[in-house]
């Protein structure tokens, strides 16, 4: 059975920074391009970046670009996202998924092609 885990959320001062981890099990990362993406309460879900070991390519919203990274662990089956420079507007639910469609990121993300979301883990932003 495929399940991701998102977890490391928590509530940050603007400004700051903070790690989420993506554990994935029942599958091969590397075989797959892995999205996270974000949902403020009242938004649809919007793609935040998007990393292919395939390419060694990651796509970056223009929003997060400059300011997140991303990072695998291939030991613990699991891809951090690191989140500097944080801004109020970045609270959400994070969530990693899976790409079911391409093995490599395409430049837009659109969450239909993707599968096997986790529960998410909460970012709050706030003084």
């Known amino acids: 059975q495929v399940q991701f885990v998102e977890s490391g959320g928590g509530l940050v001062q603007p400004g700051g920074s903070l790690r989420l981890s993506c554990t994935a099990s029942g599958l091969n990362l590397d075989d797959y391009a892995i999205g996270w993406f974000r949902q403020a309460p009242g938004k649809e879900r919007e793609g935040v970046l998007c990393?292919?070991?395939?390419?060694?390519?990651?796509v970056y919203s223009p929003f997060v670009e400059g300011r997140f990274t991303v990072s695998r662990d291939k030991a613990k089956s699991t891809v951090h996202l690191q989140m500097n420079t944080l801004k109020p507007e970045d609270t959400a639910l994070y969530f990693c998924?899976?790409?079911?469609?391409?093995?490599?990121?395409?430049?837009?993300?659109?969450?239909?092609?993707?599968?096997?979301w986790g529960q998410g883990t909460q970012l709050t932003v706030s003084s």
């Open positions: 998924a899976a790409n079911l469609m391409r093995t490599v990121c395409s430049p837009i993300l659109r969450s239909y092609e993707y599968d096997y």
């Open positions: 990393v292919s070991t395939r390419d060694a390519v990651t």
